[in-house]
């Protein structure tokens, strides 16, 4: 869908405040490698990662979503009972019921007229909050929308670290939970607005989206296990973002050297050196947190855009993509005139 009438106002991202390494990680797993005969240099040496953040102990999802909250609000300007919606798109979440949403909602103190709810969609979740709003938006119907997302990689890594130290672990089922040590932390949040009362905005011209979920299997997630075909989610995700740049072409005029800055999905370096090489991208334009952060599930894309933003690489004008996508599989490819 395309937009005429929609801009990112303001957008944020906080830091968990503890860094871990891979290399503490692997001396963690140490024994893990050697039972297994595993080289133990494989997390950073293969995914470019070096490190990734924790939260403290007793850090909620709804904790890092609201931190987020409070920056781009005091950013922004713009008052709270101003805001029509909140939607947060975490992987991570509180409990099961109620929605992370309200408890974000609660702890900014929004209005009992601002709309909340949670919208999941693994990896490309905020992506797809980011175009809920823009649809309301565009229509008249609300004036500004707050996306949230607050990820929380600490319970999952420390409970498949303990998993893997186990005896009768295989070498099978330690391949399967390997992409679980890549994950991070973080939290980051986005306003949009309308172009007519955020004149200084950055144009959201929207979205195109393919789906493959015949690929449904191939990443199963659980607050404290993830299970990863690594192999095939890698050659079935390069193929699904293949074609869904193809109709992000089509439908923005995306010519890849007209494009000035690319986000994308964080998930290793070989992932973004596939991708970059697979879509003719220039990797200099292609800001990667991944070596510091990991791979922070929906939040990467718009943390990447905070960073690139908080760093000067974006210049009014600017063409920046959005390459998203999540387990399911689905892809998405947006567009922001900066
Ligand atoms: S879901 C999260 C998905 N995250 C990951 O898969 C991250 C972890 N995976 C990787 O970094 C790569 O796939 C690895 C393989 C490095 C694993 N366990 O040449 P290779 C060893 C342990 O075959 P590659 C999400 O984010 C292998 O034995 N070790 O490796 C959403 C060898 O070691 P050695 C493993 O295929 C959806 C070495 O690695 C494993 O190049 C994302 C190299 O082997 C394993 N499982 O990489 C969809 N596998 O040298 C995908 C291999 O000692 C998106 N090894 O023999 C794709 C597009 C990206 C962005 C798109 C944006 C639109």
Not at 101 to 128: E, P
Not at 246 to 266: G, M, R, S
Not at 272 to 299: F, M, Q, R, S
Request: glycine letters at 8%; hydrophobic letters at 45%; one cysteine or more.
């Amino acid at each position: 869908m395309k937009f005429n009438n929609v801009v990112i106002h303001s957008l944020a991202a906080v830091d968990a405040p503890i860094r871990v390494t891979s290399a503490e990680l692997e001396k963690q797993l140490e024994p893990a490698f050697k039972r297994l005969g595993i080289r133990n240099n494989l997390l950073e040496n293969v995914t470019g990662i070096g490190a990734r953040r924790f939260w403290e102990e007793g850090t909620m999802p709804s904790d890092a979503a609201t931190l987020a909250a409070e920056k781009v609000i005091e950013k922004s300007g713009v008052s709270r009972d101003k805001i029509n919606i909140v939607i947060n798109t975490s992987v991570c979440r509180d409990y099961l019921e109620p929605s992370t949403a309200c408890i974000v909602h609660g702890k900014l103190g929004l209005s009992d007229h601002c709309m909340n709810f949670d919208l999941g969609n693994a990896c490309l979740a905020f992506l797809n909050g980011m175009d809920v709003a823009a649809r309301m938006l565009e229509r008249g119907e609300i004036d500004y929308a707050l996306v949230v997302d607050g990820e929380s990689s600490r319970p999952i890594t420390q409970a498949t670290i303990k998993r893997l130290l186990g005896k009768d672990v295989t070498k099978q089922q330690f391949r399967a939970e390997f992409a679980s040590l890549t994950l991070g932390s973080g939290g980051v949040a986005m306003i949009l607005s309308r172009k007519e009362i955020s004149p200084d905005g950055h144009a959201y011209l929207g979205s195109v989206s393919r789906a493959a979920t015949q690929f449904s299997d191939l990443c199963h997630g659980q607050m404290d296990c993830m299970v990863t075909n690594t192999k095939v989610l890698l050659t079935e995700g390069l193929k699904l973002a293949a074609a869904t740049f193809q109709v992000a072409k089509n439908a923005f005029n995306w010519v890849p050297a007209e494009l000035d800055q690319i986000v994308i999905h964080q998930v290793s370096k070989v992932h973004t050196e596939a991708l970059v090489k697979l879509l003719d991208l220039d990797i200099n334009k292609v800001h990667a947190i991944y070596p510091e952060l990991g791979n922070i599930g929906p939040a990467a894309v718009p943390i990447a855009l905070a960073k690139a933003e908080e760093l000067g690489k974006l210049k009014k004008g600017d063409r920046v993509a959005l390459l998203g996508i999540g387990s399911g599989l689905n892809c998405s490819m947006a567009e922001v005139v900066w």
